[in-house]
C-alpha cells in the first residue's frame, strides 16, 4: 500500500512540474484490474537530468531495497495491486547485508501483488567486487530478496571465473548462486 502510495505521488508531483507530459509510449504493464477497486493509468516522463525514480523500502526498518531510475513509467491498478512498467530501468539492489547489485535493462516491470520487480529485454548487472551478469530477464522477489535469472545467462567474476545457463538464482552480492 505504501509503494502504491509513494508513485502515485511521484507521478502526482511529476505531472504538476511538467504540465507537457505526453501519453508513454513503453510497453504496457498488463494489468489485472481489481472488481473492488478504481483501476487508475498513470504516466510519466523524466529527462536526463531528472529521469523518474521510484523506491523500495521495508515498512518496518525503512531499509531501502531498491531503487529504480527509468526514463517512463505506465502504472495501471488499484490501490495495492497496480503493475507499473518502467522504460529504460536502472535498479540498484541493496541486500541485507550491504551488498550492492546495479542493473540495468530496456524495461523494468513492479508488480505489487506479486511483490516482485522485473527486468526484461536483456539485462546487464554488476556488483560492488566486479562480479557481472547477463541475462534476458531478471526477477527481483522483495520478499526473500532473491533474484531470478533467465535465457542466456552469463556470470563472470573479477579474475575471470566465467560461468554460462540457462537460468540462475542468487543472493544481492552474487556470491551465493545456483546455475543451470
Avoid: W
Amino acid at each position: 500500500m505504501k509503494l502504491l502510495v509513494c508513485a502515485g505521488a511521484a507521478a502526482a508531483l511529476l505531472t504538476a512540474c511538467n504540465p507537457s507530459v505526453q501519453v508513454s509510449s513503453s510497453p504496457s504493464p498488463s494489468p489485472n484490474p481489481s472488481a473492488s477497486g478504481i483501476a487508475l493509468k498513470i504516466t510519466g516522463h523524466g529527462t536526463g537530468a531528472r529521469p523518474v525514480r521510484f523506491v523500495a523500502q521495508e515498512q518496518k526498518t525503512n531499509r531501502v531495497q531498491y531503487d529504480l531510475l527509468a526514463t517512463s513509467f505506465e502504472s495501471i491498478g488499484a490501490a495495492g495491486s497496480a503493475r507499473v512498467a518502467f522504460a529504460s530501468a536502472r535498479v540498484t539492489f541493496h541486500g541485507k547485508d550491504g551488498s550492492t547489485l546495479f542493473a540495468r535493462a530496456p524495461q523494468a516491470i513492479v508488480d505489487q501483488t506479486t511483490n516482485t520487480i522485473e527486468m526484461l529485454g536483456g539485462v546487464h548487472a554488476a556488483n560492488e567486487a566486479g562480479t557481472t551478469l547477463t541475462c534476458d530477464e531478471l526477477r527481483y522477489d522483495r520478499r526473500t530478496e532473491m533474484v531470478d535469472g533467465s535465457g542466456h545467462v552469463t556470470i563472470v567474476s573479477k579474475d575471470g571465473f566465467r560461468a554460462t545457463g540457462d537460468r540462475i538464482e542468487s543472493d544481492i552480492s552474487l556470491t551465493h548462486t545456483r546455475m543451470q
